[in-house]
């Protein structure tokens, strides 16, 4: 694990119930476009095979980098942005002095490929997004990406539909999971890097 990411996660059980999503912690983040649509970018088949992004694809990266640096709490570690989704892992880190006592460590693994899903909150429950949480951080993500589309569209003058709250350019979900210790870390980064690599057998592949 990058020297800087050292003892600055906490060990905690897997989308568990009453976790605070602002703590800190390194989390693995799936985003993935509304219905599957390809639109950002296109595998290339080479030696080592790779994403070209398109147009839209470009602007998602943009803002995916202006997320990090806006906010002093948040680092990004690994991450890629495919045809149609975007794999990453996303360190939260609120204070620089949090340790973890390795021997707390959960032997608990996870596969690379199995994410925990971020469920709506149940009606009956009144819902409150910390201002330093992944929801938080990833809400503010996508408003800029659909403004930022959007401005693309009126520039170009495109014939499709705009982003709002009604149409969404990500899915309004997104998968997490938390990342426990160095082996998960490691299963989980090179998962990301091969992803183009392994694009076909993808569980979001889409011709």
């Not at 149940?122 to 938080?136: C, D, L």
Request: proline share 4%.
């Amino acid at each position: 694990m990058p020297e800087k990411f050292k003892n600055k996660y906490r060990i905690a059980s897997h989308r568990k119930p009453g976790w605070d999503y602002s703590s800190n912690g390194m989390y693995f983040i799936t985003l993935v476009t509304q219905h599957r649509v390809c639109n950002l970018g296109e595998i290339i088949v080479a030696n080592i095979p790779f994403v070209q992004l398109s147009d839209f694809g470009k602007i998602v990266d943009a803002q995916w980098h202006n997320s990090f640096d806006i906010r002093n709490e948040l680092f990004l570690d690994q991450y890629i942005i495919m045809p149609n989704h975007l794999h990453a892992i996303v360190v939260i880190n609120n204070n620089e002095s949090t340790t973890v006592d390795e021997n707390d460590m959960d032997d608990d693994l996870h596969d690379a490929e199995t994410h925990g899903r971020a469920s709506l909150p149940s009606q009956t429950r009144t819902f409150h997004r910390s201002p330093k949480s992944i929801s938080s951080f990833l809400a503010g993500f996508k408003s800029a990406v659909n403004s930022k589309i959007d401005d693309y569209i009126d520039e170009y003058d495109l014939n499709i539909p705009k982003y709002n709250r009604n149409n969404h350019f990500f899915q309004p979900n997104y998968h997490d999971h938390i990342i426990r210790n160095e082996k998960s870390y490691q299963n989980i980064s090179a998962y990301i890097i091969n992803n183009p690599a392994k694009w076909k057998g993808d569980k979001f592949y889409t011709k």
